[in-house]
C-alpha cells in the first residue's frame, strides 16, 4: 500500500564506551542464578542468560537518562543471551535481533490483493495458492511467536528494542503487498483474529503505532464490509483512533479498474472505458459512505497519488484526472446521502450534514502526493526513458553499489544524505528483506518460524536476489 520513498531521519549507531568498560566476568553467577519462568523462558540455568541480564543490569545503574536508552547503545556481544528461550529467535544473536528491531517497518501477515493497482510497490496480486509448501499469510501460530517474542525481549531489556531517538520509524504496518481490509488471521480453532486485535497485539510487541491502509472493497463483498463497518466505528472514537497512527483511503487513479478504463480509452472503448470507471467511482462511493463515521470524526485520510500535471507519458494518471475521479465520487456520495437521508436515515438525520460530510472529507483532498517512485508496476505503464523511470533506475543502481561496497551494516542503513536509506519487512514465512521502496535485498535473517521453510509470493520492488545481505555484515555493528 505505502508507494513512494520516505525518509527518516539517521539515527546515531554510538556504542558508549563507558558501558563497555562494565566488568561483569567478577560477578559470581553462583549468586545470582535465576530459574527462567513463564511460558516463554526456558526452565533451566543459562551462564549466557545470567551474563547477559548482569550486564543489562549494570548499564542501566551506570545511566542516568535510561529512559533515552537505544539497542545500539549496548555492547551487543555482551548482551547476547538476553533473548534466550524466546523460540522465535532460535538462532539469532542480539546484533540480528537489534538489527530487526531499528529497522522493522512492514510485517507482511498476508501476502497479495485483490486490488492489482498498478501503482502498488510491493507489486500486489491475487494471493498464491495454498498447499504444503506454498502459504500466503502468516500463522497464527507463528504471530503470536513474533509478538510474544518482541513483547518479552522488551521486558527483559527494560525498554522496546524498536526505540530510536531519531524516529527512524514512527510507524509499522501489517501489511506488505496486501489492503488493509484483508488483514485478518483465523487460530487452529477457527476464530477469526481482526484488524484491531492484530494491530494491538503488534503495538505491544513493538511500540508503534499501525496504519491502517485499504483501497476499499468489491460492491458484493460482503465480510468485508462487515469488517469496515466495525472499523469506522471503533476507529471514530477518539480514545481507539489515538491506537492508530492513521486511517487511509487510498483513491487513487492506479486502482486496477481505472487503469482499465484508462487504457481502453487510450485504445478508443470509450463506452467500455466508462462502464469500467462508473463500477470504481460507485464502489469508492460505497466505501466513503461505509467511513462516514471517520469522516465526521476527522479520523479518515486519504492516499491520494497521481503523476504530476507536467510528467510525461502519464495521460490518465496526472493530478487533474485524480481531480476528475474524486468530483465523480463525491457526486455519487452526495446521492447516497440523500438517499440515505430520505431512507433509512443510518447517518443522515438532516440535510446540513451532507454538505458538512462532503466538505469535511474533500478538506482531506487538499494535498495530492505526486512524488511517486516508479515501481516494478509502474514502470510497466510508463514508457522507458521518461524521467520517472531513469530516475528510478539509477536509485536502484546505486543501491546496488552501496550493499556491494558496504563494510558495515551501518553504511547500508544510512544514505549518503545520513537519512535512514533502507527499512526492513517481516514476509510471512519469516524471511526478512530490507527495501527503500525501489529496491529490495534479502538478508540471512529467519526468525525460527513453524513455516519458515514454506514458499511465498515473489517479493517486489525488484529483488536483487544475487545480493543477500549476510549476517557477517549485520554482525559489523
Ligand atoms: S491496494 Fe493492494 S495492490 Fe493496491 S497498492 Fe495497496 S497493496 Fe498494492
Known amino acids: 500500500m505505502l508507494i513512494s520513498p520516505i525518509k527518516f531521519i539517521n539515527p546515531e549507531y554510538k556504542h558508549i564506551a563507558c558501558y563497555n568498560k562494565i566488568r561483569y566476568s567478577n560477578i559470581s553467577l553462583a549468586e545470582n542464578c535465576t530459574v527462567f519462568k513463564g511460558k516463554a523462558g526456558i526452565n533451566q540455568y543459562s551462564v549466557k542468560y545470567l551474563r547477559a541480564k548482569e550486564y543489562l543490569k549494570l548499564f542501566k545503574a551506570s545511566h542516568k537518562d535510561w529512559n533515552k536508552v537505544e539497542i545500539y ?29 531499528q529497522t522493522i517497518i512492514e510485517i507482511a501477515l498476508k501476502r497479495g490483493c485483490y486490488n492489482n493497482c498498478s501503482h502498488c510497490y510491493g507489486g500486489g496480486s491475487l494471493p498464491i495458492i495454498e498447499d504444503n509448501n506454498h502459504i500466503n499469510k502468516m ?21 522496546p528494542i524498536t526505540r530510536n531517538s531519531k524516529n527512524v520509524s514512527p510507524y509499522m504496518t501489517s501489511f506488505h503487498d496486501a489492503d488493509g481490509i484483508d488483514i485478518y488471521l483465523v487460530d487452529n480453532n477457527g476464530k477469526e483474529h481482526d484488524f484491531i486485535e492484530i494491530s494491538e497485539k503488534l503495538n505491544e510487541a513493538f511500540k508503534l503505532k499501525n496504519i491502517f491502509d485499504t483501497a476499499g472493497w468489491g460492491m458484493q463483498d460482503s465480510r468485508a464490509a462487515a469488517r469496515a463497518v466495525k472499523y469506522a466505528l471503533y476507529y471514530s472514537k477518539p480514545e481507539n483512533a489515538r491506537k492508530l497512527l492513521q486511517f487511509n483511503l487510498s ?18 472503448e470509450h463506452e467500455r472505458a466508462q462502464k469500467i470507471r462508473n463500477i470504481y467511482t460507485s464502489r469508492m462511493a460505497n466505501v466513503l459512505f461505509t467511513f462516514t463515521p471517520l469522516i465526521e470524526s476527522g479520523k479518515l485520510n486519504f492516499l491520494a497519488r497521481a503523476a504530476s500535471d507536467d510528467s510525461l507519458g502519464t495521460k490518465g494518471f496526472r493530478e487533474k484526472d485524480l481531480r476528475k475521479l474524486y468530483d465523480e465520487i463525491f457526486n455519487k456520495l452526495k446521492l447516497k446521502y440523500m438517499e440515505d437521508y430520505i431512507g433509512e436515515q443510518i447517518f443522515i438525520k438532516d440535510k446540513t450534514q451532507i454538505r458538512d460530510l462532503i466538505a469535511q472529507a474533500k478538506l482531506k483532498l487538499s494535498y495530492v502526493n505526486t512524488l511517486l517512485g516508479v515501481t516494478e508496476r509502474l514502470g510497466k505503464i510508463y514508457k522507458p526513458g521518461e524521467t520517472l523511470v531513469t530516475t528510478a533506475e539509477t536509485i536502484r543502481q546505486e543501491d546496488r553499489n552501496k550493499i556491494k561496497q558496504a563494510k558495515c551494516i551501518k553504511d547500508v542503513l544510512l544514505g549518503n544524505d545520513g537519512y535512514i536509506k533502507f527499512t526492513g519487512f517481516l514476509d510471512s514465512n519469516g524471511h526478512y528483506y530490507l527495501t527503500d521502496f525501489f529496491t529490495t535485498f534479502p538478508t540471512e535473517i529467519v526468525l525460527n518460524f513453524e513455516n519458515k521453510n514454506k514458499i511465498t509470493a515473489p517479493i517486489a520492488p525488484y529483488l536483487q536476489k544475487d545480493l543477500i545481505i549476510k549476517k557477517r555484515l549485520i554482525n559489523s555493528i
Open 73 to 101: 547503545n549496548f555492547d551487543l556481544n555482551k548482551l547476547d543471551g538476553i533473548q534466550e528461550g524466546l523460540k522465535v529467535f532460535n538462532g539469532l544473536n542480539m546484533k540480528e535481533i537489534a538489527f530487526i528491531g
Open 139 to 159: 500463522s497464527w501460530n507463528d504471530f503470536n511467536a513474533l509478538t510474544e517474542g518482541f513483547r518479552l525481549l522488551n521486558k527483559r531489556l527494560g525498554f
Open 251 to 268: 483513491v487513487n487513479p492506479y486502482h486496477m479498474l481505472n487503469t482499465r478504463a484508462v487504457h481502453l480509452d487510450k485504445q478508443g
